[in-house]
């Protein structure tokens, strides 16, 4: 059992990091399109990515997720079927999709364009074979996972974002193709990915059709779309919504560039949700678990509340760092800075669903996901309808803080019906409102007029919020007492 427990943590480690260096490689993009895209091309771009994502999931059709339910890791013949059932059907629906796109690829990039860009069509022409290449390694990477190989997994997602950038920069920066050097920098990518998976997928392809079997995977996959759907709106409804209601590219490309620098909660919640899951899988059965799983959301509580400060305290200054091109990001998108204090705060309430997720799990009430999901992305549509026209660019952050903040709480229902957890509410809310008392505190109401002055002075709001915890008594004796033996062993 530890042998096993060693494994999982191993591979949850790696899972982790590598997604981690992938995203913040990703968020490194930023700066290039910037500071060498004009607002419709970057607009152009944003929108596009954001179909891609939909499209992605209906070319999977829950098939991935039949794969990890029927794959058998001791029957070659039967994995090879399950194989080759599903990425045979999501190769078919990948290529229908892709046909259908690129017969409709100029009346679609008409439709995106929101000003003069070159060729709107033939972008989007490049860019339909973008989820055709990535559907196609979508099973040969579930069979890595199935198959232990966490290394090799994260290797390969590695060096494929890797290529990705180094060709956005070759295209964007140094050959100046501007969108499409966007589109042929991924493609390119998806391509390459493809080509090192063909010796997988020869190697794991079965000729032999069982129908009874592909009925059943198709059961059990088909109902995980709505779940699917609705997670993507949540995460990416906000801008076509934005573009029906505001065809202005600059307001769609100012939102987005500031929506990404919420990346410091993203990375932090992405990490304590890979290290979270086999956690608590591993440890409910323990006496004092709830207990447990209760002190640990209000560390994770603790440690956002420290992550909202710092970023929201200092994102002035580092957006005005060096970067590739000019400044760490243009300065014509820094009027929508104020969505990202925003942005952090709805990324918390998803890290509040992650915790709360644990006792649906741990009971196997996975039926409640899809309400609790659904849900949300639902309210998500409805809030940026209703705030985007009202409050702009702050509507839709609003939008989407008010989304996780539903999936939270619905979770939250649900998981302490059947597995409760008495949380510490009056530590949890402690710290969010001092957190937010210190932030409009040392941000709106002290202001020196003073690039150095306004610096040391948010310093001081952070040391204010953990010398107030302190003499505040919020901390518990044996906490006190745990600091105090790692602060004497870091002094020896």
Same mark, same amino acid.
């Given at each position: 059992?530890?042998?096993?427990?060693?494994r999982l943590?191993?591979?949850?480690?790696?899972?982790?990091?590598?997604?981690?260096?992938?995203?913040?490689?990703?968020?490194?993009?930023?700066?290039?399109y910037?500071?060498?895209?004009?607002?419709?091309?970057?607009d152009?771009?944003?929108?596009?990515?954001?179909?891609?994502a939909?499209?992605?999931i209906?070319?999977?059709f829950?098939?991935?997720?039949?794969?990890?339910?029927? $794959?058998?890791?001791?029957?070659?013949?039967?994995?090879?079927?399950? $194989?080759?059932?599903?990425?045979?059907?999501?190769?078919l629906?990948?290529?229908?999709?892709?046909?259908?796109?690129?017969?409709?690829?100029?009346?679609?990039?008409?439709?995106?364009?929101?000003?003069? &860009?070159?060729?709107?069509?033939?972008?989007?022409?490049t860019?339909? !074979?973008?989820?055709?290449?990535?559907a196609?390694?979508?099973?040969?990477?579930?069979?890595?996972?199935?198959?232990?190989k966490?290394m090799?997994?994260?290797?390969?997602?590695?060096?494929?974002i890797?290529?990705?950038?180094a060709?956005?920069?070759k295209?964007?920066?140094?050959?100046?193709?501007?969108?499409?050097?966007?589109?042929?920098?991924?493609l390119i990518?998806?391509?390459?990915g493809?080509?090192?998976?063909?010796?997988?997928? !020869?190697?794991?392809i079965?000729?032999?059709?069982?129908?009874?079997?592909?009925?059943?995977?198709?059961?059990?996959?088909?109902?995980?779309?709505?779940?699917?759907f609705?997670?993507?709106?949540?995460?990416?409804?906000d801008?076509?919504?934005?573009?029906?209601?505001?065809?202005?590219?600059?307001?769609?490309?100012t939102?987005?560039?500031?929506?990404?620098?919420g990346?410091?909660?993203?990375?932090?919640?992405?990490?304590?949700?890979?290290?979270?899951?086999?956690?608590?899988l591993?440890?409910?059965?323990?006496?004092?678990a709830?207990?447990m799983?209760?002190r640990?959301?209000?560390y994770?509580?603790?440690?956002?509340?420290?992550?909202?400060?710092?970023?929201s $305290?200092?994102?002035?200054?580092?957006v005005?760092?060096? %970067?590739?091109?000019?400044?760490?990001?243009?300065?014509?998108?820094?009027? %929508?800075?104020?969505?990202?204090p925003?942005?952090?705060?709805?990324?918390y309430f998803? %890290?509040?669903?992650?915790n709360?997720?644990?006792g649906?799990?741990?009971?196997?009430?996975?039926q409640?996901?899809?309400?609790?999901?659904?849900?949300?992305?639902?309210?998500?549509?409805?809030?940026?309808?209703?705030?985007?026209?009202?409050? %702009?660019?702050?509507?839709?952050?609003?939008a989407?803080?008010?989304?996780?903040l539903?999936?939270?709480?619905?979770?939250?229902?649900?998981?302490?019906?059947?597995y409760?957890?008495s949380?510490?509410?009056?530590?949890?809310?402690? &710290?969010?409102?001092?957190?937010?008392a210190?932030?409009?505190?040392f941000?709106?109401?002290?202001? $020196?007029?003073?690039?150095?002055?306004?610096?040391?002075?948010?310093?001081?709001?952070?040391?204010?919020?953990?010398?107030?915890?302190?003499?505040?008594?919020?901390?518990?004796?044996?906490?006190?007492?745990?600091l105090?033996?790692?602060?004497?062993?870091?002094?020896?």
């Amino acid at each position: 059992m530890f042998g096993q427990l060693k494994r999982l943590g191993t591979e949850t480690l790696i899972y982790g990091l590598s997604t981690i260096i992938g995203r913040f490689l990703t968020f490194m993009l930023t700066p290039v399109y910037t500071n060498y895209l004009n607002h419709v091309e970057f607009d152009f771009v944003i929108y596009t990515y954001s179909m891609i994502a939909f499209v992605n999931i209906l070319y999977s059709f829950g098939l991935e997720s039949s794969y990890f339910r029927f $794959f058998k890791s001791g029957t070659v013949a039967d994995s090879q079927k399950v $194989f080759t059932h599903s990425w045979a059907a999501i190769q078919l629906l990948s290529i229908i999709g892709t046909i259908f796109i690129y017969l409709n690829s100029e009346t679609f990039g008409a439709y995106i364009a929101s000003g003069d &860009i070159d060729n709107p069509g033939f972008l989007i022409r490049t860019a339909a !074979f973008i989820p055709f290449f990535d559907a196609l390694i979508l099973i040969p990477f579930a069979y890595l996972r199935m198959t232990n190989k966490a290394m090799k997994f994260a290797m390969t997602k590695f060096v494929l974002i890797l290529i990705a950038v180094a060709l956005n920069f070759k295209f964007v920066v140094f050959d100046g193709l501007g969108a499409a050097g966007v589109f042929y920098a991924q493609l390119i990518s998806s391509i390459i990915g493809f080509l090192l998976f063909i010796p997988l997928i !020869f190697k794991n392809i079965n000729l032999t059709f069982d129908i009874k079997l592909f009925i059943q995977m198709l059961k059990f996959g088909l109902p995980t779309l709505p779940a699917n759907f609705s997670a993507i709106i949540l995460q990416v409804a906000d801008r076509p919504i934005i573009k029906m209601l505001n065809d202005s590219p600059e307001f769609l490309t100012t939102y987005q560039t500031n929506h990404r620098l919420g990346i410091p909660m993203m990375l932090f919640v992405t990490i304590f949700e890979y290290a979270w899951k086999p956690f608590y899988l591993s440890t409910f059965k323990e006496e004092n678990a709830k207990e447990m799983y209760s002190r640990i959301f209000t560390y994770f509580t603790l440690i956002s509340a420290f992550i909202f400060l710092f970023f929201s $305290f200092f994102l002035e200054y580092i957006v005005a760092m060096p %970067g590739i091109g000019g400044k760490l990001i243009n300065p014509m998108y820094w009027n %929508g800075l104020g969505i990202v204090p925003i942005i952090l705060g709805a990324y918390y309430f998803n %890290g509040a669903f992650t915790n709360f997720n644990a006792g649906i799990l741990i009971e196997k009430k996975t039926q409640y996901l899809p309400i609790a999901i659904g849900a949300a992305a639902l309210a998500n549509i409805i809030l940026n309808f209703a705030l985007i026209p009202h409050f %702009g660019m702050y509507g839709a952050a609003f939008a989407q803080f008010g989304g996780y903040l539903i999936s939270a709480i619905i979770i939250y229902y649900y998981a302490q019906k059947y597995y409760k957890i008495s949380y510490e509410w009056s530590r949890v809310t402690f &710290i969010i409102i001092l957190a937010l008392a210190i932030y409009f505190i040392f941000s709106h109401v002290i202001d $020196f007029g003073n690039d150095l002055y306004n610096i040391l002075i948010r310093f001081l709001g952070i040391f204010v919020y953990f010398i107030a915890l302190y003499f505040m008594n919020f901390l518990k004796k044996d906490e006190i007492e745990l600091l105090k033996r790692l602060i004497k062993r870091n002094a020896k």
